[in-house]
């Protein structure tokens, strides 16, 4: 299954955790965890006024419990690339497959 998991840029800044290398690391999963399981691709969306694709990884873990500011429930996740640069909201929206995936 594939997912889309977003960040405010607000509360964490994805974006430049990347610039750093970072390469693992836990993420809420506060809808749908009954579904995701390890190995299920992710999207991760910056929302906002810069809002962009800015990384493709994958879950690693199932779903736990451990108190956070963005929720209890998480999963493990392996970010396996950065994208160079991040696509649009604009881009996304002129490729069919893409946009047809998202409603964003």
Same mark, same amino acid.
């Given at each position: 299954?594939?997912?889309? &998991?977003? *960040? ?9 955790? /990347? ?8 993420? =809420? ?5 009954? /579904?995701?399981?390890?190995?299920? *691709? %992710? ?16 879950? $690693?873990?199932?779903?736990? $419990?451990?108190? =956070?500011? &963005? ?5 493990? %996740?392996? &970010? ?17 497959? /893409?946009?047809? &995936?998202?409603?964003?």
């Amino acid at each position: 299954m594939d997912w889309v &998991f977003q *960040c405010n840029p607000k509360r964490y800044d994805l974006a430049s955790e /990347l610039e750093k290398g970072i390469r693992t690391e836990d993420w =809420s999963m506060n809808q749908h965890r009954e /579904l995701v399981s390890p190995g299920d *691709c %992710i999207y991760f969306w910056q929302t906002g006024s810069n809002a962009r694709l800015l990384a493709v990884g994958h879950v $690693e873990s199932p779903v736990y $419990e451990r108190e =956070s500011p &963005f929720g209890r429930h998480r999963v493990d %996740i392996i &970010f396996d690339y950065k994208i160079t640069p991040p696509s649009t909201r604009a881009e996304i929206s002129e490729q069919e497959v /893409l946009n047809s &995936f998202w409603s964003i």
